[in-house]
C-alpha cells in the first residue's frame, strides 16, 4: 500500500484495534517514524527525537478516531500530532522556545525557566 492509498482510506482506528488488526498501525508506524523522528531531531538529542517520536505514536494510537480525511490529509494530520507533542515535551523539560512561521517549535537557547 502506498501513501496516496493509505491516505484516502476510510479509517475508524478504534475499529481497527478491536478487530485486531495491528498492521494498519503497524503500517502508519514504518511509513511515519523515519519523517517523524528527523523533524523532532530540530529539538534535542537522538534520545529527545526518539521520545518525541513515541508520544507522537501515542498521540496518534489515542485519537486516532478523531482523524477527518476532508479536513486534512493523514500526513499534515501526523505532523499536527508532533508539533503538540514536541511543545508538551518541551514545556515538561522546562526548555524556553518559540513558534517558528511554520508553526514549530524552535528552541533559542536550550534555556531553562
Known amino acids: 500500500m502506498d501513501q496516496q492509498e493509505f491516505d484516502k482510506m476510510p479509517i475508524n482506528f478504534s ?3 478491536k ?6 498501525f503497524d503500517n ?3 511509513d511515519h517514524c523515519d519523517m517523524l523522528y528527523g523533524i523532532s531531531l530540530q529539538v534535542g538529542s537522538s534520545a529527545d527525537a526518539k521520545e518525541i517520536a513515541a508520544l507522537t505514536f501515542v498521540r496518534i494510537f489515542d485519537t486516532f478516531k478523531l482523524f477527518n480525511l476532508q479536513r486534512c490529509s493523514l500526513r ?3 505532523i499536527q500530532a508532533l508539533i503538540v507533542s514536541m511543545k508538551e515535551f518541551l514545556d515538561s523539560k522546562k526548555i524556553n522556545y518559540i513558534i517558528d512561521k511554520n508553526g514549530f ?3 533559542k537557547n536550550h534555556e531553562i525557566y
Open 19 to 24: 478487530e485486531k488488526k495491528r498492521n494498519i
Open 28 to 30: 502508519l508506524y514504518n
Open 15 to 17: 475499529l481497527l484495534c
Open 105 to 107: 517549535p524552535n528552541i
Open 76 to 78: 499534515v494530520w501526523i
